[in-house]
């Protein structure tokens, strides 16, 4: 499945600017939480506004949260979440650890050290995000539930069509750095867009697959396909550069392609590459640690059966 990204609004790194508004509102709670170190027990019809910068943990309840937009998401027992506030008509809830569920829009994005998960402009999602407890500031789990979603870090957009997970790894000392694991359940790809240069390198994931990407270099971009991958499938790459015809390659398991970052040609090595990467998130079971790997990649136009659609 391929996604037209050209409509898509320009989003400023939250990390990198001020909040101007306030954040959603907690409308309820099924027992006491706990805000900036202070319990609080929401009471019926009292909803609690949150303020930029508030901390909120859920302890043992389950936790309504509506955002200045009007999209409302469950946060779940267990979890430390953030109100970042809203940026230009954007409300972010950052979850710390622990789970959040529930409907974002172009107006609300629910985010993680991995990236900040939204909907396309002029379109609504439901997604479920979770960060493990003990990396929090490294991996997070993302899956639509409804409609189709976004996840921006950085340079990255990585696109997940309706009822399709990944995993995101990343390095904050390192933004150039992603690296990914789809689901086994994925029904068709996932897209990875990283901005490169002038254009852009779009790598079309399927499932079951562990990967990476990362520089090589000051001029190129390396993107492994981990050797654990399903060995029928292959990460089906794409480059798109303004006056550059298209390059187009495939990328069996066990191998990887450079990208040069100025004109977009693809060199592909058949040099067996194997990486610890979501070591305790990717708990493999055996039928996926035990699938035999393959070395083929090719290129060439339409080549691999990683594409999925027209």
Known sequence: MRFSNTSVPAFAILAAIAAT?????????????????????????????????????????????????GDRITIEPGTMVRADGVVDGVDYLFV????????????????????????????????????????PGSEASFRSLGGRAWIRYHDYSVWLPEKHSV??????????????????QNAGDIQVVKRAGRGEIIA????????????????????????????????????????????????GPGTYALINNETGMIELSFTAVKFVILERAVSLTQEFATLSQSNFSDVGVNSGPGRRGP
């Not at 909803?47 to 309840?61: R, S």
């Not at 995993?167 to 086994?184: C, E, K």
Request: overall charge negative.
């Open 167 to 184: 995993t995101l790894a990343v390095d904050p000392d390192q933004p150039a750095v992603m690296g990914f694991r789809t689901s086994q």
């Open 204 to 251: 079309y994931v399927p499932k079951a697959t562990v990967g990476r990407i990362r520089p090589e270099g000051d001029d190129r971009t390396r993107i492994e396909n981990d050797i654990t991958s399903l060995k029928t499938g292959k990460i089906r790459l794409e480059t798109r550069y303004p006056g550059k015809s298209p390059q187009e390659a495939a990328l």
């Open 96 to 135: 710390e650890s622990g789970t959040a569920y529930g409907a974002v829009s172009p107006g609300t994005a629910v985010g993680t050290t991995a990236g900040w998960a939204s909907a396309p402009e002029d379109e609504s999602a439901r997604v479920f995000v979770e960060v493990p407890a003990d990396r």
């Open 21 to 69: 508004a306030s954040g959603g509102v907690i409308t309820s709670a099924t027992g006491p939480i706990r805000v900036n170190d202070q319990e609080v027990v929401i009471k019926q019809g009292a909803p609690l506004t949150l303020a930029e910068g508030d901390v909120v943990e859920t302890l043992g309840a389950s936790v309504a949260f509506e955002s200045a937009t």
